[in-house]
């Protein structure tokens, strides 16, 4: 029990330390490059497949997400333009014509 105490804390310092170090770094891009580039090189032909299976998984998952946040932003939308309607029946024409009527004795 005490070793798995142990490991979590050491770990959990460990993951700061990585994460801090990365917030600060300002060459993210050529150190990110480099490393899947050795990755990339140090892997078999079917670790290439796989990885290659996976971001195309991942993309297509990415794509799917951002089509259903369409869908949800234009339903949304219509859902308020259907209220703006409702309120302008329920508001009625005898207001309307007041509130230009006021309108225009302004200007």
Known sequence: MYFVNYFL????FFIRYIRDAWESCTHK???GFAIFTLVWNF???IAR????FMLYVGLWYYQQTLMRQDTTTTINGDDFLQGKIREQ???G????FMDTR???KAF
């Open 9 to 12: 804390c050491e770990g959990t």
């Open 29 to 31: 891009k050529a150190i």
């Open 43 to 45: 892997s078999s032909i």
């Open 49 to 52: 497949i796989w990885a290659v």
């Open 89 to 91: 029946r329920q508001v």
């Open 93 to 96: 024409k005898k207001s309307n």
């Open 102 to 104: 006021k309108q225009k």
